[in-house]
């Protein structure tokens, strides 16, 4: 039986570990492709954790939740599987689902921004209607997939953009690379919610990393400043780095034309998430766009699970 290199998870409580498993095989509208680069993502860690709502329900299962692969006839692809799996040297994949990458492109670089640059992407064009002047609060701006959001709303014609994050040296170079205002997130919730209500009391979107305690916060502030009560509000929960529930108030829903809604894996249809995702590889490989991939070897998975990532930087397996 043809063998690949792999990385499992044998338990939700370990890193994925390297192993030797059976090649698979196509079946109907599959094809089988090599696994270039594989981004590990936090949601590839919670997928790998048990704790993702598309982890498997099946243990041993194959880590990686996207890659960016060679097809039979040479050309680059890139795939978002989630909890099919994606971590060894060859998979198999629905051939529709495969989005094409350009000739030239570095699977490396691409592995390390698709998945936080789609999640902005992905909810300004599939989820709210974004208009290119209109003005985007982004909460939570200093990780990759916030820090990828600015640039993406930008890229998209935002007129305005406000990056809040905790790091005041990441929000300057946010500054550098186009935030048109930032905020700092500090403990004193005080000074945080007057600099939110100064900066972002009439944005048209929010792209909201954050969730929990934070956002509760940042609600009662932007909706507590707003002067223009009818305009459309679109609150977009995307990231939960500060927790995975709110509490949110009547008052705040009917006091202004406030919507909360989501964005992720899942509330896009596969097909409008395809050709979405086309433009987007394509605008990544033009340049512009980048979070810095940190490579290491298939072999050294568990290695990569436990290396944290610098601002601005993915730890990427290339096999
Ligand atoms: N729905 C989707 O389509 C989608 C796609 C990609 C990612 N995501 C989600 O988006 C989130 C961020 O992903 P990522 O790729 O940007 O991860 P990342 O690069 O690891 O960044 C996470 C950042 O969150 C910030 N953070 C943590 N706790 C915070 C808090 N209490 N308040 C404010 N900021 C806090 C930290 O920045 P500081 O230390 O600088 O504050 C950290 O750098 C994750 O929850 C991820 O699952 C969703």
Do not use: C
């Not at 594989?38 to 099946?58: C, D, F, L, M, Q």
């Not at 990780?143 to 406000?162: F, P």
């Amino acid at each position: 039986m043809p063998m690949v290199n792999a990385a499992l998870v044998e338990s939700f409580d370990e890193p994925p570990h390297f192993r030797s498993v059976p090649a698979p095989e196509a079946g109907p509208g599959q094809e089988p492709v090599d696994v270039l680069a594989v981004g590990v993502h936090p949601a590839t860690r919670g997928i790998a954790a048990g704790k993702h709502y598309t982890s498997p329900k099946k243990l041993p299962a194959l880590a990686g939740a996207d890659a960016v692969v060679r097809r039979a006839d040479g050309s680059l692809g890139y795939v978002m599987v989630m909890g099919a799996g994606s971590l060894a040297e060859r998979i198999v994949v629905d051939s529709a689902a495969v989005i094409p990458v350009p000739d030239g492109a570095d699977p490396a670089l691409l592995a390390a921004t698709m998945n936080p640059a789609l999640s902005s992407w992905a909810a300004l064009r599939t989820r709210v209607p974004f208009q290119a002047g209109q003005a985007v609060l982004v909460h939570g701006a200093t990780g990759n997939a916030g820090s990828m959001a600015v640039k993406v709303a930008k890229h998209l014609g935002a007129g305005r953009v406000i990056a809040a994050g905790r790091n005041r040296a990441r929000l300057d170079e946010l500054t550098a690379e186009g935030a048109d205002d930032i905020v700092q997130l500090t403990p004193d919730e005080d000074a945080t919610a007057a600099a939110l209500a100064g900066a972002a009391a009439e944005v048209d979107v929010v792209l909201d990393y954050v969730w929990g305690p934070p956002t509760e916060l940042a609600m009662r502030a932007v909706l507590g400043a707003r002067t223009q009560h009818t305009r459309l509000l679109d609150w977009v929960q995307i990231g939960g780095t500060g927790g995975d529930a709110i509490t949110l108030s009547g008052h705040a829903l009917r006091s202004n034309a406030f919507r909360v809604l989501g964005s992720g894996f899942g509330s896009v249809e596969t097909q409008v998430m395809q050709r979405e995702f086309t433009e987007l590889v394509a605008a990544i490989a033009a340049g512009g766009m980048a979070v810095r991939p940190h490579p290491f070897p298939l072999d050294q998975v568990e290695a990569a699970w436990a290396h944290q990532d610098a601002p601005g930087e993915r730890t990427v397996i290339l096999l």
